[in-house]
């Protein structure tokens, strides 16, 4: 059974940084895409990112420029970089398969401040 586990969530100001990790374990990573997602408050989750196996990248519009998504087959471990953060990507982030295939983690809360 695949295990996600989020880290590197957090309280920043608006314009700060921050870097998210996502270790998978139990599936055969290095042959899956893999999405960062995130639910805001009141909103349904949504797709922030995603990483092909030879690593190509995708970016949901909202985050294009600002956010990095990259991936360490060799620590089955996905990380996004975060910069320029505004207080409207505050939510709760996940990954995920992409499409959604496994069992959701517990994600990690990021919190911007105005």
């Known amino acids: 059974q695949v295990q996600l586990v989020e880290s590197g969530g957090g309280l920043v100001q608006a314009g700060g940084s921050l870097r998210l990790s996502c270790a998978v374990s139990?599936?055969?990573?290095?042959?899956?895409?893999i999405g960062w997602y995130r639910r805001a408050p009141g909103k349904q989750r949504e797709l922030v990112a995603n990483?092909?196996?030879?690593?190509?990248?995708n970016y949901a519009g909202s985050v294009k420029g600002r956010f990095t998504i990259s991936r360490d087959n060799a620590k089955n471990t996905v990380y996004l970089q975060m910069n320029s953060l505004k207080p409207e990507d505050t939510a709760v982030y996940y990954c995920?398969?992409?499409?959604?295939?496994?069992?959701w983690g517990r994600g990690t809360q990021v919190t911007v401040s105005s």
């Open positions: 139990g599936s055969t990573f290095s042959i899956n895409t």
């Open positions: 990483i092909t196996p030879g690593g190509s990248t």
């Open positions: 995920n398969a992409y499409p959604v295939s496994w069992t």
